[in-house]
Structure formats: C-alpha cells, structure tokens
C-alpha cells in the first residue's frame, strides 16, 4: 500500500476528454490499497482569460481580490475532475485549498505555504476516496483565501505530501522529466534520470519551467522525493532527491542549460558613492515583494556616482520602476532606465565547483555565435550571462553543445 501525491497542470484537464483520459490512467496505475491524492491547477488558460477579465474591470485590481478571483479557477477542476472518478466507480471527494488544510501568509497573489493540516484529507482518504484537491491556493490566519503564484500547484502538492508523509510526490508535465536543457529548443538535450534537490532548485530558479523553485525549496526542506514524469506517455522521468544514488549522474560537472525571457533589466542612474545607498533601493524593493536577481554596481560618467544595475521578473518592472521613482528625489539619482528585451542563459551543477574552464567554457561558446554579454553573474553553482532576448535559442544550443556534446 502507497500513499501518493499526484500534480496534474492546466494542459491535463483542459477539456473533458482531458479530463477523462486523466483519470483513465490514474486508475490503471493504482494498485488496489494505493490512497491518492492529486493537485490541480485550473483549466487551460482559466487563469489567464482571469487575469485579462480583472484587467477590463479595474486597472489596478486589489491583490485580494485577485486572489478570490482567481482561486476560482481550481475550484472548477477539481469538482470536474470529482465527478469523472466518480463516473467511473470510483469515490472521489474535491477539496479547495482551504479544506485541505493549507494554511499560508497573507502574502496576497504571492502567499507562502506555512503548514498544511491534512486532517480532513486523512478522513476522506481512510472513507475510500480519491482526493482532489486544488493546487496554488490557501487560508490565511486573517481567513482571506490566499493564492501561491504562478507554478504554485507545484508548491502545493509538494506540500501536502509533506504533510501526508507521503511514499512518493508525482508532479506530471508536458516533458517526461528534468532535461540538461529544454528539448523544445534544444534537440540534443538528455533526460537525467536523477538530480538533487540543490540542482534542481538552481535550474528551477534560473529559468527551468519544469519545476517551481519553491516547490524544490518544500521538497528539500522536508525530504520529499519529486518524481516529475510525463501526463501523457508512462515513461520513467527524473527523481528529484537530497543525494545521487547514480555513479552515471554523478559524471556530469554542469547539470544543465537554462534560459530565462521573462525577465527585465533596471539601471538607476547617478547614484552618489556613499554607503548605505545600495541599501536603500533593494529594501525598498523588497518591502514590495519584488525580487531581484543579477546586480552590478559600476562607476558612472559623473564623478563620485555610481550606476546600480539589477534584473528582476518582467512581470515586476513597472512595479520596481514605481517603486525606484518614489525614492528618487530624495536620493538624488538622475534617472531610471528600463529594458525588457532581455533573456538570462544559465549553466548550472554542483560540480562546477573546484572545475576550472567552465566560465571560459561558457564565454567561448556564446562569443564564437557573436553574442554580447551585458551582465555576468556567478555562485557556486551556477553562471548566468544576460543577452539579447532575440538571441536566447542560439545561445542555448551554443553552450548546450559545448558541454554536452553528441555522444559517438
């Protein structure tokens, strides 16, 4: 007997011959004393059509009620998806994120999980059913309904088969497993069949939509093993945990390739060179909930300013630019410059760490497809490098190609 936590997205009940199939295969796959439980996330492009319809009634819609707005979305999927085990034969319950027992912050439109109390899953669960619970949403202690971000279904899974203390968390997606690259762009890319929690949160981070980087973040921190595998063909994916078991994975010094498009470069302009004044641009930033990723502080053409350059999500820029317009009579700055055709490629691996020639590695496969770098960051896992957006794709088979050559 196994208790599981399965993660379907949109794209797997987008319509109800989606649906069905979903729940065809969930069936076959069970073993008779095997509980399940499975996360949604809201149908198709349910939360986009949301997000276009709240834009049309208020310019500057209130994060809580875009959250009550778009929780909505779930709460379809999951009592579709109900009612088709049910048709089936099989007892099936649905609960909202609330009901499951995810309590969160009140962190609207970007909440963070706290705890789940599974209890009421427990009970459904030990009456025979099958589980279906809405992904990407919560119960703040305030009692206002909370939602996670985008990819949050991820989080929530992970979550609640922490708090299951699952056998296993299966988050299912349109690729059959975490690639060294993206195969859509990249042809030559290689399921691994592993890859630590560290890893994978690095990629996650840097651009990998496979997983969400706080769902590797939960999964780490409570030792849940993430089999991420593929909705439509019953193949073997790639198991995310604390420690290869695998003497091929361990091979590997750079993990994986990974591009980023939605993000945006911010340069204020003319900052004075006194301390404290980075300070003040990224507290202010943060107190918004804005994060920030590549920084880079270079002298300007006025003597004793300083140029403060940073990248944050594209969806964050005009907040940010907002932000960084309300500080600047009192700071001094000249200006704020903004640019958004901008992408971030990443290589990534725990073993670049004491491996000398990755960064020139790098720095030569995207120079030999004259490729200009306009920021450079590093940790010690990971080298980032922002681009040109029109130039992602040729940059990301250039260095996937450089490190993970065909194989003879």
Same mark, same amino acid.
């Given at each position: ?27 076959? $796959? ?43 979305? $779930? ?32 962190? /609207? ?13 427990l009970?459904?669960l ?21 939602t ?33 690259a ?38 780490? /921190? ?9 909705t439509?063909?019953n ?11 695998? $003497? ?20 204020v ?24 990723d ?42 704020v ?8 490629v ?8 004491g491996?000398p020639g ?32 029109d ?18």
């Amino acid at each position: 007997m196994a208790l599981l936590v399965k993660k379907f997205g949109g794209s797997s009940v987008a319509t109800p011959e989606k649906i069905y199939h979903l729940v065809d295969r969930v069936l076959a $796959e069970k073993k008779p004393d095997d509980r399940i439980v499975i996360v949604v996330s809201a149908m198709g492009d349910t939360t986009d059509d949301l997000v276009t319809l709240a834009g049309r009634v208020s310019r500057h819609m209130p994060k809580r009620e875009m959250d009550m707005l778009l929780a909505t979305g $779930e709460q379809v999927s999951i009592a579709l998806l109900a009612a088709a085990f049910q048709e089936r034969g099989q007892k099936a319950v649905s609960l909202t994120g609330p009901q499951a027992g995810v309590r969160t912050n009140a962190n /609207h439109t970007k909440a963070g999980i706290l705890e789940v109390k599974p209890d009421r899953i427990l009970k459904e669960l030990d009456d025979g059913n099958v589980v279906v619970v809405a992904g990407f949403q919560g119960l703040a202690d305030t009692g206002d309904i909370t939602t996670l971000g985008r990819g949050g279904s991820d989080t929530t899974a992970v979550a609640v088969a922490a708090g299951l203390k699952a056998d296993l968390c299966e988050i299912y997606t349109d690729v059959d497993g975490v690639y060294t690259a993206d195969p859509r762009v990249v042809p030559g890319a290689r399921k691994l069949k592993e890859i630590t929690f560290g890893d994978m949160l690095e990629l996650a981070r840097l651009g990998a939509g496979v997983m969400q980087p706080r769902a590797v973040e939960y999964g780490e /921190h409570t030792g849940v093993d993430i089999h991420v595998r593929s909705t439509f063909h019953n193949v073997e994916g790639t198991i995310i945990r604390r420690n290869y078991t695998l $003497e091929a994975e361990k091979e590997y010094v750079v993990r994986g390739v990974t591009s980023d498009v939605n993000v945006a470069k911010i340069a204020v302009r003319g900052v004075k060179d006194l301390p404290g004044v980075a300070f003040r641009i990224f507290d202010a930033l943060a107190k918004v909930n804005i994060d920030v990723d590549m920084i880079v502080q270079s002298a300007s053409a006025v003597p004793e300013k300083n140029d403060i350059t940073f990248t944050c999500q594209k969806a964050d820029m005009a907040d940010a630019v907002g932000v960084l317009e309300t500080l600047k009579p009192d700071m001094g700055f000249s200006r704020v410059d903004m640019e958004a055709n901008v992408a971030k490629v990443s290589v990534v691996g725990a073993g670049m760490l004491g491996n000398p020639g990755i960064a020139a590695g790098m720095f030569g496969a995207l120079a030999a497809k004259n490729i200009n770098l306009i920021i450079i960051s590093t940790s010690e896992i990971s080298i980032s490098c922002l681009i040109p957006r029109d130039q992602v794709e040729i940059a990301v088979n250039a260095v996937h190609d450089h490190f993970f050559p065909e194989q003879a």
